[in-house]
């Protein structure tokens, strides 16, 4: 059974910067994609990055060059740098794994969740 828990959301400053992290359990796949995901009330859940086994990643374009993704293949672990960080980028935050080859921003194409870990940032 695959589960998957994030840390390291919290509140700050507008300008500031946050590091989330995501350790997964029960994968026996050995090629996966692990991303980001963000849900602000009443807006729907966006992705934010998307990383592959062999390490290349994708970002939507509100966070390009703001966010970087990365990742422990070793430690099925997942990891999200968040710096100039707006009120905009306030949200739940998942880490999610979808099984289908490419990097998909799609929630649709993921099927192992997180629980989530809030982020908010103040102006």
């Known amino acids: 059974q695959v589960h998957v828990v994030e840390s390291g959301g919290g509140l700050v400053e507008a300008g500031g910067s946050l590091r989330l992290y995501c350790a997964a359990s029960?994968?026996?796949?050995?090629?996966?994609?692990m991303g980001w995901f963000r849900q602000s009330p009443g807006k729907e859940r966006e992705g934010v990055a998307v990383?592959?086994?062999?390490?290349?990643?994708r970002y939507a374009d509100s966070v390009k060059g703001r966010f970087t993704i990365s990742q422990d293949n070793v430690k099925n672990s997942l990891y999200l740098q968040m710096n100039s960080l707006t009120p905009e980028d306030t949200a739940m935050y998942y880490c999610?794994?979808?099984?289908?080859?490419?990097?998909?921003?799609?929630?649709?194409?993921?099927?192992?969740w997180g629980q989530g870990t809030q982020v908010t940032v103040s102006s």
């Open positions: 029960g994968l026996t796949h050995s090629i996966y994609f």
């Open positions: 999610a794994i979808s099984l289908l080859r490419g990097w998909s921003l799609d929630r649709y194409q993921y099927s192992y």
């Open positions: 990383i592959g086994s062999d390490g290349l990643s």
